[in-house]
C-alpha cells in the first residue's frame, strides 16, 4: 500500500496533509500556502487555474471563476435556497434536476463533483511533489451533518479526481483526532466547527486512544459566507437607495467585488471595532462612475447577523441533549473553521457552555490534520487508535400510509446491525417494496431517498400475515446494506447502499474519462505555453550576452556569431507569431547551439589572457636572464628544473656503501668547485640588487619585500627570491 492523504475540502479553503515520521505534516501547496482557496478558474486562454491564481481572477473573469461549490454537491436543483444562487457564475439545472455549472469560456457545463475534483487534483498533485511519490488514496473529510447522497458526491469527486476514497470521515471527528492524539486523561469535549459554508457541533470521549463520537448535529446551509452575505446586502441595500442601482443583480463584476470586500471587512472586524470599506468606480451611470465609501463597526455588523448566530443555538442545545449530558460536564471546547474568529461565535458558545475555548489548535487546519491520522490508521502508521463514529441522520423505511418507520436512529454508533419486522399490507400481496430513506422528518416524502427494492415469491395470505425481516447492516466505512427476507419462505432480497448519489454510475464514469483527457490536454497546453516561453526568454539572453561580449572582447570578435545569433533569434520570433512549433523547436536548437559556441570561444579568449598575465608575472619576478631556466612555455615549475638538474642518488652513492662526505659531493656543473653557504647568499643579494625594479607588477620592488607570495614556503632554503 502507498502512501495515503489527509485532505480538508472546504468551502473557502482546502489543507492536505500527511504523516511524516508518525507525526502528521501539513503539505504547502506550491505558492508556499498551507491552505489552498477552494476556487477553480479558466483564464483566457481556457488553461485551468486552481487556488490563489483563480482566486485573483474573480473580480475580471467572474463567470469562468467557480467558488462555494461544496454546498452545490449531492443536491438537486429544487433544494437549492435562493440565497445559494447568487454568486457571480451560473448556476442551472438539467432536465434531471440535477446541478450544472456553466463555463462560458470552454463552452461547456460541469457538475459540481467535477470541479470539486479539479481541487481535490489539485492537492494530490501538491502532496506528489512533496513526497517525490505518486499519490493514488486519500481520506477526504466532510460535515459531520452531510447526508448519504453529499458524502457519496463527495466520495465521486475524488473518484474523478483519480483517487481511492479510503475513508469519509466527519470533520469533527478529524478535529477530535488531532486535539486529543497525544492525551492519555479521559475527556469529554465539543468541537465547535463553523467554516465557509457548513456548520457542525460535536460531542465526544477521548481518552487512552479511543475517540467515541456521543452526538453530532449542524446545519449544511449555514456558514461563513452567509455572514459576508448580510455585509453584502448591507452595502448593496445603501448603494440602491442612494443611487438607485441594484449592485447584485445588475453587474456580476460589481457583485464579485462587493464580495471580496464584504470578506475581508468581516476578517478585520475580528480584531477591530470599525474597519473602512471602500470600492472606487464600482459601476457606473447617467451621472457618471459612483463610488463606495463607508464605514462598519462590530456592533452593526453583530446586529445584522443576530439571526445567523440563533440558527446555531438549536444544533448546540440539540446535541448536549442527543448526548445526555449538561454543559458542565464539558471539559473541553475546541472551536474549528475560520468563522470561529469571529468574537460573536465566541460569546455565543462560551454563553452555552461557560467555559472559554481551547485555542492550541490552528482551526484552519485541525481538519486536515484529523484526516492525515486516519490516514495513518489505515496504513498503520498510526497504532493504538480506535474511532467509534456514529450516523448523523436517521435511517429507515416507508411503510403504510408514506410514514417513514425509523430503524437506527440518529447518532448511532457505527458499524452497526439492526432489524425488524414488517409485514403486508393487502391481502393475498405476493411482493413488497423496501424504500430505504434518511433523514428526521415523519414523513418519507419529506426524506432523503437512498434506494428501492423488490422482495417478491410471497405466499398469497391475508394482510398482516406474513412476516418480512428487513435488516439494516452499517460497516466502519458508512456503507449501508439493506436485506429483506420472508421468514416463511426463506426468499431474502438485498440492496448496498454505497450513498445515493445524483450522478449515475454511467455518469461518474464518463466524468473520470474526461477528467484525464482534460488533464491530458491540460498538461499539453501547459507544456506548450512554457516552451514558448522559454523560446522568447532565450532570444533575450542571446541578445544580453551579445551585448556583453561586445563589450569585452570588441565588435569584431562578436560579428562572426552575431548574423547567425540575430538570424535564429528571428526565426524564433517568427515561428511564436505564426504557432509553427516544429520550426520553433528546431531554431531553438540552433540558437543554443550557436551559444554554447560562443561561449566556448569567450572561455578560451579568457584562459589565453590569463596565460599572458602569468608569463608578465614571471618575467617581472625571475628576469629575462633566466628565460631559459624558468621558461613557462613548458608548464615546468622551478623546483622541477633544480631536481633534474642535480646529480642522481646512483652518482652520490659511494662505491663502498654509503654517502659521500658532504665536504665531498661532486658539485652541479652549473656551480664553482668553490661554492659554499656564504657565497651563494652573497649571489642572491647581488641578483636581487641588479634585477630590474619595474614590471607588470605596478613596478613595486620584488624583493626583499615580495610583492606577491604564491606557493612558495619562505622558510625552504630552495626558495629562489
Same mark, same amino acid.
Given at each position: 500500500?502507498?502512501?495515503?492523504?489527509?485532505?480538508?475540502?472546504?468551502?473557502?479553503?482546502?489543507?492536505?496533509?500527511?504523516?511524516?515520521?508518525?507525526?502528521?505534516?501539513?503539505?504547502?501547496?506550491?505558492?508556499?500556502?498551507?491552505?489552498?482557496?477552494?476556487?477553480?478558474?479558466?483564464?483566457?486562454?481556457?488553461?485551468?487555474?486552481?487556488?490563489?491564481?483563480?482566486?485573483?481572477?474573480?473580480?475580471?473573469?467572474?463567470?469562468?471563476?467557480?467558488?462555494?461549490?461544496?454546498?452545490?454537491?449531492?443536491?438537486?436543483?429544487?433544494?437549492?435556497?435562493?440565497?445559494?444562487?447568487?454568486?457571480?457564475?451560473?448556476?442551472?439545472?438539467?432536465?434531471?434536476?440535477?446541478?450544472?455549472?456553466?463555463?462560458?469560456?470552454?463552452?461547456?457545463?460541469?457538475?459540481?463533483?467535477?470541479?470539486?475534483?479539479?481541487?481535490?487534483?489539485?492537492?494530490?498533485?501538491?502532496?506528489?511533489?512533496?513526497?517525490?511519490?505518486?499519490?493514488?488514496?486519500?481520506?477526504?473529510?466532510?460535515?459531520?451533518?452531510?447526508?448519504?447522497?453529499?458524502?457519496?458526491?463527495?466520495?465521486?469527486?475524488?473518484?474523478?479526481?483519480?483517487?481511492?476514497?479510503?475513508?469519509?470521515?466527519?470533520?469533527?471527528?478529524?478535529?477530535?483526532?488531532?486535539?486529543?492524539?497525544?492525551? &492519555?486523561?479521559?475527556?469529554?469535549?465539543?468541537?465547535?466547527?463553523?467554516?465557509?459554508?457548513?456548520?457542525?457541533?460535536?460531542?465526544?470521549?477521548?481518552?487512552?486512544?479511543?475517540?467515541?463520537?456521543?452526538?453530532?448535529?449542524?446545519?449544511?446551509?449555514?456558514?461563513?459566507?452567509?455572514?459576508?452575505?448580510?455585509?453584502?446586502?448591507?452595502?448593496?441595500?445603501?448603494?440602491?437607495?442612494?443611487?438607485?442601482?441594484?449592485?447584485?443583480?445588475?453587474?456580476?463584476?460589481?457583485?464579485?467585488?462587493?464580495?471580496?470586500?464584504?470578506?475581508?471587512?468581516?476578517?478585520?472586524?475580528?480584531?477591530?471595532?470599525?474597519?473602512?470599506?471602500?470600492?472606487?468606480?464600482?459601476?457606473?451611470?447617467?451621472?457618471?462612475?459612483?463610488?463606495?465609501?463607508?464605514?462598519?463597526?462590530?456592533?452593526?455588523?453583530?446586529?445584522?447577523?443576530?439571526?445567523?448566530?440563533?440558527?446555531?443555538?438549536?444544533?448546540?442545545?440539540?446535541?448536549?441533549?442527543?448526548?445526555?449530558?449538561?454543559?458542565?460536564?464539558?471539559?473541553?471546547?475546541?472551536?474549528?473553521?475560520?468563522?470561529?474568529?469571529?468574537?460573536?461565535?465566541?460569546?455565543?458558545?462560551?454563553?452555552?457552555?461557560?467555559?472559554?475555548?481551547?485555542?492550541?489548535?490552528?482551526?484552519?487546519?485541525?481538519?486536515?490534520?484529523?484526516?492525515?491520522?486516519?490516514?495513518?490508521?489505515?496504513?498503520?502508521?498510526?497504532?493504538?487508535?480506535?474511532?467509534?463514529?456514529?450516523?448523523?441522520?436517521?435511517?429507515?423505511?416507508?411503510?403504510?400510509?408514506?410514514?417513514?418507520?425509523?430503524?437506527?436512529?440518529?447518532?448511532?454508533?457505527?458499524?452497526?446491525?439492526?432489524?425488524?419486522?414488517?409485514?403486508?399490507?393487502?391481502?393475498?400481496?405476493?411482493?413488497?417494496?423496501?424504500?430505504?430513506?434518511?433523514?428526521?422528518?415523519?414523513?418519507?416524502?419529506?426524506?432523503?431517498?437512498?434506494?428501492?427494492?423488490?422482495?417478491?415469491?410471497?405466499?398469497?395470505?391475508?394482510?398482516?400475515?406474513? &412476516?418480512?425481516?428487513?435488516?439494516?447492516?452499517?460497516?466502519?466505512?458508512?456503507?449501508?446494506?439493506?436485506?429483506?427476507?420472508?421468514?416463511?419462505?426463506?426468499?431474502?432480497?438485498?440492496?448496498?447502499?454505497?450513498?445515493?448519489?445524483?450522478?449515475?454510475?454511467?455518469?461518474?464514469?464518463?466524468?473520470?474519462?474526461?477528467?484525464?483527457?482534460?488533464?491530458?490536454?491540460?498538461?499539453?497546453?501547459?507544456?506548450?505555453?512554457?516552451?514558448?516561453?522559454?523560446?522568447?526568454?532565450?532570444?533575450?539572453?542571446?541578445?544580453?550576452?551579445?551585448?556583453?561580449?561586445?563589450?569585452?572582447?570588441?565588435? &569584431?570578435?562578436?560579428?562572426?556569431?552575431?548574423?547567425?545569433?540575430?538570424?535564429?533569434?528571428?526565426?524564433?520570433?517568427?515561428?511564436?507569431?505564426?504557432?509553427?512549433?516544429?520550426?520553433?523547436?528546431?531554431?531553438?536548437?540552433?540558437?543554443?547551439?550557436?551559444?554554447?559556441?560562443?561561449?566556448?570561444?569567450?572561455?578560451?579568449?579568457?584562459?589565453?589572457?590569463?596565460?599572458?598575465?602569468?608569463?608578465?608575472?614571471?618575467?617581472?619576478?625571475?628576469?629575462?636572464?633566466?628565460?631559459?631556466?624558468?621558461?613557462?612555455?613548458?608548464?615546468?615549475?622551478?623546483?622541477?628544473?633544480?631536481?633534474?638538474?642535480?646529480?642522481?642518488?646512483?652518482?652520490?652513492?659511494?662505491?663502498?656503501?654509503?654517502?659521500?662526505?658532504?665536504?665531498?659531493?661532486?658539485?652541479?656543473?652549473?656551480?664553482?668547485?668553490?661554492?659554499?653557504?656564504?657565497?651563494?647568499?652573497?649571489?642572491?643579494?647581488?641578483?636581487?640588487?641588479?634585477?630590474?625594479?619595474?614590471?607588470?607588477?605596478?613596478?613595486?620592488?620584488?624583493?626583499?619585500?615580495?610583492?606577491?607570495?604564491?606557493?612558495?614556503?619562505?622558510?625552504?632554503?630552495?626558495?629562489?627570491?
Amino acid at each position: 500500500m502507498g502512501r495515503v492523504v489527509g485532505i480538508d475540502l472546504g468551502t473557502t479553503n482546502s489543507v492536505v496533509a500527511v504523516i511524516e515520521g508518525g507525526k502528521p505534516v501539513i503539505i504547502a501547496n506550491s505558492e508556499g500556502m498551507r491552505t489552498t482557496p477552494s476556487v477553480v478558474g479558466f483564464n483566457k486562454d481556457g488553461e485551468l487555474v486552481v487556488g490563489q491564481m483563480a482566486r485573483r481572477q474573480a473580480v475580471l473573469n467572474p463567470q469562468n471563476t467557480f467558488y462555494g461549490v461544496k454546498r452545490f454537491m449531492g443536491r438537486r436543483y429544487a433544494e437549492l435556497q435562493p440565497e445559494s444562487l447568487r454568486v457571480a457564475y451560473t448556476v442551472r439545472g438539467d432536465e434531471e434536476e440535477n446541478i450544472k455549472i456553466r463555463c462560458p469560456r470552454l463552452k461547456k457545463e460541469f457538475a459540481p463533483e467535477e470541479v470539486s475534483a479539479m481541487i481535490l487534483r489539485k492537492l494530490a498533485e501538491e502532496a506528489e511533489r512533496y513526497l517525490g511519490e505518486e499519490v493514488t488514496e486519500a481520506v477526504i473529510t466532510v460535515p459531520a451533518y452531510f447526508n448519504d447522497s453529499q458524502r457519496q458526491a463527495t466520495r465521486n469527486a475524488g473518484r474523478i479526481a483519480g483517487l481511492e476514497v479510503k475513508r469519509i470521515l466527519n470533520e469533527p471527528t478529524a478535529a477530535s483526532l488531532a486535539y486529543g492524539l497525544d492525551r &492519555q486523561d479521559n475527556q469529554t469535549i465539543l468541537v465547535f466547527d463553523l467554516g465557509g459554508g457548513t456548520f457542525d457541533v460535536s460531542v465526544l470521549d477521548v481518552g487512552d486512544g479511543v475517540f467515541e463520537v456521543r452526538a453530532t448535529s449542524g446545519d449544511t446551509q449555514l456558514g461563513g459566507n452567509d455572514f459576508d452575505r448580510r455585509i453584502v446586502d448591507w452595502l448593496a441595500e445603501s448603494f440602491l437607495e442612494t443611487n438607485g442601482v441594484d449592485l447584485r443583480s445588475k453587474d456580476r463584476q460589481a457583485l464579485q467585488r462587493l464580495m471580496e470586500a464584504a470578506e475581508k471587512a468581516k476578517i478585520e472586524l475580528s480584531g477591530v471595532s470599525v474597519t473602512d470599506i471602500n470600492l472606487p468606480f464600482i459601476t457606473a451611470t447617467e451621472d457618471g462612475p459612483k463610488h463606495i465609501e463607508t464605514r462598519l463597526d462590530r456592533a452593526e455588523f453583530e446586529n445584522l447577523c443576530g439571526d445567523l448566530v440563533s440558527r446555531m443555538r438549536r444544533p448546540l442545545k440539540l446535541v448536549l441533549s442527543d448526548a445526555g449530558i449538561s454543559p458542565v460536564q464539558i471539559d473541553e471546547v475546541v472551536l474549528v473553521g475560520g468563522g470561529t474568529r469571529m468574537p460573536i461565535v465566541q460569546q455565543l458558545v462560551r454563553s452555552l457552555i461557560d467555559r472559554s475555548a481551547n485555542q492550541n489548535v490552528n482551526p484552519d487546519e485541525v481538519v486536515a490534520v484529523g484526516a492525515a491520522i486516519q490516514a495513518g490508521i489505515v496504513t498503520r502508521e498510526v497504532k493504538d487508535i480506535l474511532l467509534l463514529d456514529v450516523t448523523p441522520l436517521s435511517l429507515g423505511l416507508e411503510t403504510i400510509g408514506g410514514v417513514m418507520k425509523k430503524l437506527l436512529p440518529r447518532n448511532t454508533t457505527i458499524p452497526v446491525r439492526r432489524s425488524d419486522i414488517f409485514s403486508t399490507s393487502e391481502n393475498n400481496q405476493t411482493m413488497v417494496e423496501v424504500h430505504v430513506l434518511q433523514g428526521e422528518r415523519e414523513m418519507a416524502a419529506d426524506n432523503n431517498s437512498l434506494g428501492r427494492f423488490k422482495l417478491s415469491g410471497i405466499p398469497p395470505a391475508p394482510r398482516g400475515v406474513a &412476516q418480512i425481516q428487513v435488516s439494516f447492516d452499517i460497516d466502519a466505512n458508512g456503507i449501508l446494506q439493506v436485506t429483506a427476507r420472508d421468514k416463511t419462505t426463506g426468499r431474502e432480497q438485498s440492496i448496498t447502499v454505497a450513498g445515493s448519489s445524483t450522478l449515475s454510475e454511467r455518469k461518474v464514469s464518463k466524468m473520470i474519462a474526461d477528467a484525464d483527457k482534460f488533464a491530458q490536454g491540460d498538461r499539453e497546453r501547459r507544456e506548450r505555453v512554457e516552451t514558448r516561453n522559454r523560446a522568447a526568454a532565450l532570444t533575450d539572453r542571446a541578445a544580453r550576452q551579445l551585448k556583453e561580449v561586445s563589450l569585452d572582447f570588441g565588435s &569584431q570578435f562578436a560579428s562572426h556569431y552575431r548574423r547567425r545569433i540575430e538570424s535564429l533569434s528571428d526565426q524564433i520570433l517568427d515561428s511564436l507569431e505564426r504557432d509553427d512549433e516544429r520550426r520553433l523547436d528546431r531554431a531553438q536548437a540552433d540558437l543554443q547551439d550557436a551559444l554554447y559556441e560562443m561561449n566556448r570561444e569567450v572561455r578560451l579568449q579568457y584562459e589565453d589572457e590569463e596565460d599572458g598575465f602569468f608569463d608578465s608575472l614571471k618575467r617581472t619576478f625571475v628576469g629575462n636572464d633566466y628565460e631559459d631556466d624558468y621558461s613557462y612555455n613548458t608548464r615546468e615549475s622551478y623546483g622541477e628544473k633544480r631536481r633534474r638538474r642535480r646529480p642522481s642518488y646512483e652518482d652520490e652513492y659511494s662505491s663502498e656503501g654509503g654517502y659521500y662526505d658532504e665536504r665531498e659531493r661532486p658539485r652541479s656543473p652549473r656551480y664553482s668547485n668553490s661554492y659554499d653557504s656564504s657565497s651563494r647568499s652573497e649571489s642572491r643579494r647581488r641578483r636581487a640588487e641588479s634585477a630590474p625594479q619595474s614590471g607588470s607588477v605596478s613596478g613595486r620592488p620584488r624583493y626583499p619585500n615580495r610583492p606577491l607570495q604564491n606557493d612558495w614556503d619562505e622558510d625552504d632554503d630552495d626558495d629562489w627570491f
